[in-house]
């Protein structure tokens, strides 16, 4: 993506990258492919087609640079759910449970679409930084935190639809869904295959949440 | 543990670990703590207390080792689980989904007992290695599905005491619910808390299977 922007003649029409964002935009394809310590700098101005000089420029450091990441892969995530249609997790067709299902179906298609052997960045970080580096880490959690919100703020409406009973602890849901895809999202990327991924829907949404309400 | 009994005078009634033994539980110790990338052969020999030179008298290559460490973990995880007294998901006090509830109440606490930080090794090297060893993702594949199955099989006693649907995918919900619990140990290892295991737990079972019979 990065590089096809550099390479494209600029008609004034197409607003360019800044250096910043190519540096971003690239360190997220190469975290998410080959970790963060297994990612130099050099590798990520190499693929970003910036001098590397310009990286300390724009960041004080390769960890400064990966807090950018994760909120960065969060927007990704978020984008590509929004162009599937499936954005509004809130509002739109169907039942709070069928969007709520809807969104993560989006959500496994971006998975798939990256690769699915590159599995989550989030949960990538997660298990690889959580001990080194706390300014990471705490990007994750946030990372992590706002999305478990979002899903437990359409599980009230689930609850207020009559779909979910009233006395379900919805945080807790929320953020137990959100694990639940992370450890399928584990076990896709350890054997290749989206199907761990799609077992996550079939058994929260055939089976566990259906008739609770 | 290691490095104890290598400093324990050998009456010749406790039998002394091999070094391979020792190398292995070395190597639980300081890939759970640091990954497989981060840990060199040198590291572990240390930590085993054993001369270098030995290691490749054992072990064909790190690689090699990284598999017996998967097996080891299992095996390690399911002793402490049958110390803890909740070993037989199978059978012993209260109905099916009580042992199972129990099993990984203690899984959790074997967890917690390496320290939260360091998560579950399975899912650790999930992450890791996926993309880089295939014989170390087999090893972790075949751990986590021998695992699934355990549990699965629980859940047939559980439809057969009628706590759980006779329609219940028990395949699909034993993965499930491994997954679930590797997702939970991720954040809880990001958080630096126990608290997302605990929340498993109750979601799991006082929730989402409570009355699913």
Same mark, same amino acid.
């Given at each position: 993506?990065? @590089?096809?922007? %550099?390479?494209?003649?600029?008609? /004034?029409?197409?607003?360019?990258?800044?250096?910043?964002?190519?540096?971003?935009?690239?360190? &997220?394809? &190469?975290?998410? !492919?080959?970790? $963060?310590?297994?990612?130099?700098?050099?590798?990520?101005?190499?693929?970003? @087609?910036?001098?590397?000089?310009? +990286?300390?420029?724009? $960041? !004080?450091?390769?960890?400064?640079?990966?807090?950018?990441?994760?909120?960065?892969?969060?927007?990704?995530?978020?984008?590509?759910?929004?162009?599937?249609?499936?954005?509004?997790?809130?509002?739109?067709?169907?039942?709070?449970?069928?969007?709520?299902? #809807?969104? +993560?179906?989006? *959500?496994?298609?971006?998975?798939?679409?990256?690769?699915?052997?590159? /599995?989550?960045?989030? @949960?990538?970080? !997660?298990?690889?930084?959580?001990?080194?580096? %706390?300014?990471?880490?705490? !990007? *994750? %959690?946030?990372?992590?935190?706002?999305?478990?919100?979002?899903?437990? #703020?359409?599980?009230?409406?689930?609850?207020?639809?009559? =779909?979910?009973?009233?006395?379900?602890?919805?945080?807790?849901? /929320?953020?137990?869904? &959100?694990?639940?895809?992370?450890?399928?999202?584990?076990?896709?990327?350890?054997?290749?295959?989206?199907?761990?991924?799609? =077992? +996550?829907?079939?058994?929260?949404?055939? +089976?566990?949440?259906?008739?609770? /309400?």
């Amino acid at each position: 993506m990065t @590089g096809h922007l %550099t390479q494209t003649w600029d008609s /004034g029409l197409v607003p360019r990258a800044s250096v910043r964002d190519q540096l971003i935009a690239s360190a &997220v394809d &190469v975290f998410h !492919a080959r970790g $963060f310590n297994g990612s130099s700098v050099q590798d990520i101005v190499e693929a970003a @087609g910036v001098p590397k000089g310009s +990286f300390y420029n724009h $960041f !004080a450091s390769k960890e400064a640079l990966g807090i950018e990441v994760v909120k960065a892969y969060s927007r990704l995530v978020g984008a590509y759910v929004a162009e599937a249609g499936a954005s509004d997790i809130f509002s739109g067709d169907g039942t709070p449970l069928e969007r709520i299902r #809807r969104y +993560f179906e989006a *959500v496994i298609e971006q998975n798939v679409s990256c690769g699915v052997r590159k /599995g989550c960045l989030l @949960g990538n970080f !997660a298990t690889e930084l959580a001990p080194h580096s %706390t300014e990471i880490a705490n !990007a *994750v %959690t946030e990372a992590l935190d706002n999305w478990s919100a979002a899903v437990s #703020r359409a599980l009230v409406q689930a609850q207020e639809a009559g =779909e979910l009973a009233k006395g379900a602890d919805v945080v807790a849901l /929320g953020r137990y869904l &959100v694990d639940g895809y992370e450890g399928a999202a584990t076990r896709a990327k350890l054997i290749g295959d989206r199907a761990p991924m799609d =077992e +996550f829907i079939r058994t929260t949404f055939d +089976f566990l949440l259906s008739q609770r /309400g």
